[in-house]
Nanobody
């Protein structure tokens, strides 16, 4: 199982980014996928989940600004992030529980600053 995130970077407040996570080594379409994030000095927190059937769930503090999606043909998970705030600064990870084992990628850094 491999999860590889990309798309992070430095953006000004109010800006947008789209994170991607390319999955391999398992049947991507059969699993729920999630994004979590961890800011410096803080605990990791859940951000959003998309089920294998396409249902979505999002943390209340990012609702209306972030949108999770998936492309099963490309084995890719996305997180569209709009109206970014400094408090969104964190290392963002793509995660899933595959065959009972928690998997995550190496993360992609998002920094929101003027």
């Amino acid at each position: 199982v491999q999860l590889v995130e990309s798309g992070g970077g430095l953006v000004q407040p109010g800006g947008s980014l789209r994170l991607s996570c390319t999955a391999s080594g398992f049947t991507f379409e059969a699993y729920d996928m999630s994004w979590v994030r961890q800011a410096p000095g803080k605990e990791r927190e859940w951000v959003s989940t998309i089920g294998k059937s396409g249902e979505t769930y999002v943390k209340s503090s990012v609702k209306g600004r972030f949108a999770i999606s998936r492309d099963n043909d490309k084995n890719t998970l996305y997180l569209q992030m709009n109206s970014l705030k400094p408090e969104d600064t964190a290392l963002y990870y793509c995660t899933s529980v595959v065959n009972g084992a928690y998997k995550r990628g190496q993360g992609t850094q998002v920094t929101v600053s003027s």
